[in-house]
């Protein structure tokens, strides 16, 4: 069963405009959430993270808010750049215990000119 | 600069082949995985390292085993590869021994089973 998802496949944007891609998780013991970029051909690239007693975590023109309550986290790109085109990741993991990610199953996002 | 590298971009194999995967780091980290990625599927995890010798299960071990004889090496090996394992594979590696911290990736292998 799929703990950490992302119900959109993809997104389009204009080149300026924000981008915001979302992502929810059905785990309350995940403490701990990343966002990944994965060009074509290539492995996934950390872009952001942020821990559950924060919830808004920025990064140059990249942010992620988290609501634990609604166990929901997003991540806006501000302002989008054609070479922000890539597929998006989120994913999650406990601080304590097991070692691994849970990953959600991506988000193209084509950023246009 | 932050290094995971895997012995093939790109590999054809035939059903019922043994098929190894190599990868290797050099920022002597304590955590190796491996996960696969198929479209709509996202990155699912096939098995994981927290030490030399030391593997663990991952959500889809069926059909795979793992090595880890050196603490820069994780080998993926299919014992007898199956056309439901062409994917795309991907080996990571992370220091520490708390969920903390991200996974550093390497490029990935294309395997191709027919």
């Known amino acids: 069963d799929q703990q950490v998802k992302q119900n959109s496949p993809s997104l389009s944007v204009q080149e300026g405009r924000i981008s915001i891609l979302n992502c929810d998780y059905t785990?309350?013991?995940?403490?701990?959430f990343l966002w990944y970029k994965k060009y074509p051909a290539e492995g996934p690239t950390f872009l952001i993270s942020?821990?559950?007693?924060?919830d808004k975590n920025e990064d140059g023109r990249f942010t992620v808010f988290l609501n634990k309550s609604a166990k929901h986290l997003s991540l806006h790109i501000v302002p989008s750049q054609p070479g922000d085109s890539a597929v998006y990741f989120c994913?999650?993991?406990?601080?304590?215990?097991?070692?691994?990610?849970?990953f959600g199953t991506g988000t193209r996002l084509t950023v246009i000119p | 600069d932050v290094k995971v590298t895997q012995s093939s971009r790109y590999l054809v194999k035939r059903t019922g082949e043994k098929v190894f995967l190599e990868c290797v780091q050099d920022m002597d980290h304590e955590n190796m995985f491996w996960y696969r990625q198929d479209p709509g599927l996202g990155l699912r995890l096939i098995y994981f390292?927290?030490?030399?010798?030391?593997?663990e299960k991952g959500d889809i071990p069926e059909g795979y085993s793992v090595s880890r004889e050196k603490k820069e090496r994780f080998s993926l090996i299919l014992e007898s590869a199956s056309t439901n394992q062409t994917s795309m594979y991907l080996c990571?590696?992370?220091?520490?021994?708390?969920?903390?911290?991200?996974?550093?990736f390497g490029p990935g292998t294309r395997l191709t089973v027919t």
């Open positions: 785990n309350s013991m995940f403490d701990y």
């Open positions: 942020i821990s559950s007693i924060k």
């Open positions: 994913a999650a993991s406990g601080l304590t215990g097991a070692n691994n990610l849970f």
């Open positions: 390292s927290y030490d030399v010798k030391m593997k």
């Open positions: 990571a590696s992370r220091t520490g021994t708390q969920g903390f911290g991200e996974q550093y």
